[in-house]
């Protein structure tokens, strides 16, 4: 897809991360771009930055998202692109559990586990049906293109720690359903990707200390390094531009194969 400003994007969870490196780089390409972010405190002066529309957006609500797609049409015209990188866990719990100060045996706590469901795996699958249902109403590109769609799922999707099961079985899910939605929107001409990032310097590291960071830097084989954020951005460029790009799930990690603990 060749990019400029006649191409309008919506960008989840794009007011930090990796969500807002790729925003930055779309709008470098000259794409019109809206962040979806329910982080209303950082979100307008996000967008403002690169110039960009703010819409403030819960993911997990169906309704917010379809005022935000409205909003963010309003604003650019229909959409070609969506890259979704909203997402996130809510604490680290094993399946079952035994209590190290009395014994007893803890299960996992549901509403938690559902939580993590909804945000990871059911709100990127709600924004991916509400732009895919837009993107059909254009005419295609020269290139065949309607729309190009991107994921983000995790290396915990295929690899998940002790206490992940809920983030790791999320981030499954993005995978699992990437190859299925390329094959039911490949007559429309919309192709569907996924990058499993490994141990990214995002704001969700940002709290952590120096030491437990350069810990988890010195798993990844080689570069010795968190990923950045722009590193992330850059192979969503590419799966966007580049027309044959369509039904991978592709590692950004350093070669990183994460341990049981």
Excluded: W
């Amino acid at each position: 897809m060749e990019l400029g400003p006649d191409i309008a994007a919506i960008v989840t969870g794009g007011a930090s991360g990796l969500g807002h490196a790729t925003a930055s780089a779309l709008r470098a390409a000259g794409v019109k771009v809206a962040l979806f972010d329910k982080n209303e405190e950082i979100g307008p002066e996000a967008a403002a930055r690169i110039g960009a529309t703010f819409c403030a957006v819960d993911v997990m609500d169906q309704a917010s998202v379809d005022a935000g797609f409205a909003q963010a049409r309003a604003a650019n015209g229909q959409e070609r692109i969506l890259v979704n990188c909203a997402g996130g866990g809510f604490g680290a719990h094993k399946t079952v559990a035994r209590s190290k100060e009395t014994g007893e045996i803890e299960p996992y706590p549901l509403d938690k586990y559902v939580k993590t469901i909804e945000l990871n795996l059911i709100g990127s699958f709600r924004c991916i049906v509400g732009a895919a249902a837009g993107m059909m109403t254009l005419d295609p590109l020269p290139d065949g293109d309607r729309g190009a769609i991107v994921n983000t799922a995790s290396v915990a999707g295929e690899e998940g720690q002790m206490g992940q099961v809920a983030y790791a079985s999320a981030k499954a899910g993005v995978i699992g359903m990437t190859l299925p939605i390329a094959r039911d929107l490949m007559s429309e001409g919309i192709r569907v990707n996924t990058i499993l990032p490994g141990i990214f310097d995002t704001p969700l590291l940002a709290r952590a200390k120096p030491q437990v960071k350069a810990a988890l830097a010195a798993m990844v084989p080689f570069p010795k390094r968190l990923g950045a954020a722009e590193e992330y951005a850059a192979l969503a460029m590419e799966m966007i531009r580049n027309g044959y790009f369509n039904g991978e799930d592709v590692r950004l990690d350093g070669a990183i194969r994460m341990q049981p603990r």
